[in-house]
T-cell receptor, first 115, second 112 residues
Framework: GAVVSQHPSWVICKSGTSVKIECRSL??????MFWYRQFPKQSLMLMAT?????????EQGVEKDKFLINHASLTLSTLTVTSAHPEDSSFYIC???????????FGPGTRLTVL | KQEVTQIPAALSVPEGENLVLNCSFT??????LQWFRQDPGKGLTSLLL?????REQTSGRLNASLDKSSGRSTLYIAASQPGDSATYLC???????????FGKGTRLSVIA
């Protein structure tokens, strides 16, 4: 149980295009989802926290108008990278938590390459 | 604000050796601490989760300890194997619904 999926697993796009990444909790309802990104040889850094039905909370330095997060249901959160540029190339990982559970469950990640 | 540090950044050991990876954190009001494994280009594999009320957790050849008073956690790997080669990340959370703060990881190479 407690499986989180991400789609797509990888994407290559041209500079200036927008890319949507989906994060789904497959067998549980996620009250909170987190979006992290990881640059090469770096650790995971939190981008934003999203709660179902409310606006996401972004970390300092993360542009909310560039990284649009929608958490419309208890099983789905989406991250849209708008007008992507090469510096947005990274590994994006989501995690989901549910009420009364001590741990978070991580998706397999999405590798974004912007040409 | 929680900060997590991992030492060493990289470690190379011969196969069969027992080893310890270290993780330290600044906020002792930690709710839980998790150890993850990450293979190159891949996502995270959760290894062990220690809740604040626990002192250690074991899974197979892995044993993780948590000492809140000193702000430290260790991951012990017994009888290391080449398949253990990966980056090991520790991460702490202040509650189940707050984001995890990750260390930069220890890159382990086990040489056959």
């Amino acid at each position: 149980g407690a499986v989180v999926s991400q789609h797509p697993s990888w994407v290559i796009c041209k500079s200036g295009t927008s890319v949507k990444i989906e994060c789904r909790s497959l067998d549980f309802q996620a009250t909170t989802m987190f979006w992290y990104r990881q640059f090469p040889k770096q650790s995971l850094m939190l981008m934003a926290t999203s709660n179902e039905g409310s606006k996401a909370t972004y970390e300092q330095g993360v542009e909310k108008d560039k990284f649009l997060i929608n958490h419309a249901s208890l099983t789905l959160s989406t991250l849209t990278v708008t007008s992507a540029h090469p510096e947005d190339s990274s590994f994006y990982i989501c995690s989901a938590s549910m009420v009364d559970r001590a741990s978070q469950f991580f998706g397999p990640g999405t590798r974004l390459t912007v040409l | 604000k929680q900060e997590v540090t991992q030492i060493p950044a990289a470690l190379s050991v011969p196969e069969g050796e027992n080893l310890v990876l270290n993780c330290s954190f600044t906020d002792s009001a930690i709710y839980n601490l998790q150890w993850f494994r990450q293979d190159p280009g891949k996502g995270l594999t959760s290894l062990l989760l220690i809740q604040s009320s626990q002192r250690e957790q074991t899974s197979g050849r892995l044993n993780a300890s948590l000492d809140k008073s000193s702000g430290r956690s260790t991951l012990y790997i017994a009888a290391s194997q080449p398949g253990d080669s990966a980056t090991y990340l520790c991460a702490g959370g202040t509650s189940g619904n707050t984001p995890l703060v990750f260390g930069k990881g220890t890159r382990l190479s086990v040489i056959a």
